[in-house]
T-cell receptor
Framework: NAGVTQTPKFRILKIGQSMTLQCAQD?????MYWYRQDPGMGLKLIYY???????DKGEVPNGYNVSRSTTEDFPLRLELAAPSQTSVYFC???????????FGEGSWLTVV | EDKVVQSPLSLVVHEGDTVTLNCSYE??????LLWYKQEKKAPTFLFML??SGIEKKSGRLSSILDKKELFSILNITATQTGDSAVYLC?????????????WGLGTSLAVNP
């Protein structure tokens, strides 16, 4: 059982480049989340999805986009990367009736 | 405004000490409170609490919820250096037709030998 899988684990981007962080879960969870966590800070919600085809903004959506074409996948796209987007990104999922959140291992992104 | 507040923000103790971490919340339509431990990577699940007064226990860790006073505590007895981590609290609640989560900022625990 793979759970929540994120790729890549590490990436260095140049300012202005674009990239997509991939997230997949094999638990048939409806709810999926993207968080960023800056050093010494709490988790901040970027985008979330309550099911395939439905996404919504979280606390810090600017500079990011998401899509949810399938239940399994919830990619996060960074357009025109900025140094302020240097962070650790976590994807997470939760089932419809469950309250436990399952996290991916994280993606360390540096924008230089 | 819905919020989750953890205290203290950081704590330094010696091995063998007992620590108590606090998580208070203000949300409507509460469903559950979750505790996670985060070391260098992703948060790992510790406890889920939904009912008041029922202690959840796992080894040296235990947690309890007070839904009247709107808080939870996480206790760690006989602390070890491996307990050094950030402990995160999250609250799940109903908001309209959706279920939402709010995270606290975490308590950073350092256990010195």
């Amino acid at each position: 059982n793979a759970g929540v899988t994120q790729t890549p684990k590490f990436r260095i981007l140049k300012i202005g480049q674009s990239m997509t962080l991939q997230c997949a879960q094999d638990m048939n969870h409806n709810y999926m989340y993207w968080y960023r966590q800056d050093p010494g800070m709490g988790l901040k919600l970027i985008y979330y999805s309550v099911g395939a085809g439905i996404t919504d903004k979280g606390e810090v959506p600017n500079g990011y986009n998401v899509s949810r074409s399938t239940t399994e996948d919830f990619p996060l796209r960074l357009e025109l990367a900025a140094p302020s987007q240097t962070s650790v990104y976590f994807c997470a999922s939760r089932g419809e009736s469950g309250n436990t959140i399952y996290f991916g291992e994280g993606s360390w992104l540096t924008v230089v | 405004e819905d919020k989750v507040v953890q205290s203290p923000l950081s704590l330094v103790v010696h091995e063998g000490d007992t620590v108590t971490l606090n998580c208070s919340y203000e949300v409507t339509n509460f469903r559950s409170l979750l505790w996670y431990k985060q070391e260098k990577k992703a948060p790992t699940f510790l406890f889920m609490l939904t009912s008041s007064g029922i202690e959840k226990k796992s080894g040296r860790l235990s947690s309890i919820l007070d839904k009247k006073e709107l808080f939870s505590i996480l206790n760690i007895t006989a602390t070890q250096t491996g307990d050094s981590a950030v402990y995160l609290c999250a609250v799940v609640f109903n908001a309209g037709n959706n279920r939402k989560l709010i995270w606290g900022l975490g308590t950073s625990l350092a256990v010195n030998p």
